[in-house]
């Protein structure tokens, strides 16, 4: 079975790793990145960085460190997948630019691809997915292509092996709830979010996962046709 290195950076939200491990068909070394918690090492088929409440360049000590363990993976070719943060901290370990929105988008949205690549193969455009976030990618890193945008810009890049998305395509409908309960957004805006986590709202959003056994197709013939050292 493949091995993947999850990087943890919710500070311990209870749904995270549940969703990842229900999402992703691999054996899951997970980390605690937001607790300083990092791999020893890069004896991985791949990585995956998860979502979290904090900005890329946001003053904790452990950021910087998990950029620079990101940027150190990612020059060894290491296949990466960056989901809402893990989006924006590839991003920013890569050589590209995170900025604050001064706002947030959140709740099932549509977006739709620009560019043709395997990780969205298989999936409609434009297609829907569920946002929680107030950062965004405003620059690419350099020789980055930029696969899927919406209004509020940039949702998916692709440079060499990295992919960064950033909306959930992992979230669950009781995930999704809390995490649009735990924002301090006016009550009257999470409540419309909330009503619109309904049951067509999520089969939808379901389409989208597909994008992960896309990436895990892809770790698997990267595996063979360059077994790690």
């Known amino acids: 079975m493949l091995r993947f290195a999850l990087l943890d950076a919710s500070h311990g939200t209870e749904h995270t790793r549940r969703n990842f491990r229900r999402?992703?068909?691999?054996?899951?070394?997970?980390?605690?990145?937001?607790?300083?918690?990092?791999?020893?090492?890069?004896?991985?088929?791949?990585?995956?960085?998860?979502?979290?409440?904090?900005?890329?360049?946001?003053?904790?000590?452990?950021?910087?460190?998990?950029?620079?363990?990101?940027?150190?993976?990612?020059?060894?070719?290491?296949?990466?997948?960056?989901?809402?943060?893990?989006?924006?901290?590839?991003?920013?370990?890569?050589?590209?630019?995170?900025?604050?929105?001064?706002?947030?988008?959140?709740?099932?949205?549509?977006?739709?691809?620009?560019?043709?690549?395997?990780?969205?193969?298989?999936?409609?455009?434009?297609?829907?997915?569920?946002?929680?976030?107030?950062?965004?990618?405003?620059?690419?890193?350099?020789?980055?292509?930029?696969?899927?945008?919406?209004?509020?810009?940039?949702q998916a890049f692709r440079r060499g092996n990295c992919w960064g998305v950033q909306f959930h395509p992992e979230y669950d409908q009781s995930s999704a709830e809390e995490v649009a309960r735990g924002t301090d957004l006016p009550a009257d805006r999470i409540q419309r979010v909330v009503d619109g986590i309904d049951d067509d709202a999520y089969d939808a959003a379901c389409r989208t996962k597909r994008l992960f056994d896309n990436f895990v197709e892809h770790v698997r013939r990267h595996t063979v046709d360059e077994p790690p050292a």
């Open 23 to 154: 999402e992703l068909d691999a054996a899951l070394v997970e980390f605690d990145v937001s607790a300083g918690d990092l791999p020893p090492d890069f004896d991985y088929d791949a990585v995956v960085v998860t979502g979290s409440r904090s900005s890329v360049y946001g003053s904790e000590p452990w950021i910087d460190d998990l950029l620079d363990w990101i940027g150190s993976a990612a020059d060894r070719g290491l296949p990466i997948l960056g989901v809402c943060y893990g989006h924006q901290a590839l991003a920013a370990a890569l050589g590209g630019q995170v900025e604050s929105m001064g706002d947030y988008e959140l709740g099932y949205r549509e977006v739709r691809t620009v560019d043709d690549d395997p990780l969205f193969a298989g999936i409609d455009t434009p297609f829907t997915a569920f946002q929680a976030h107030s950062d965004r990618v405003t620059a690419l890193p350099p020789g980055a292509t930029r696969l899927a945008e919406n209004d509020r810009g940039v």
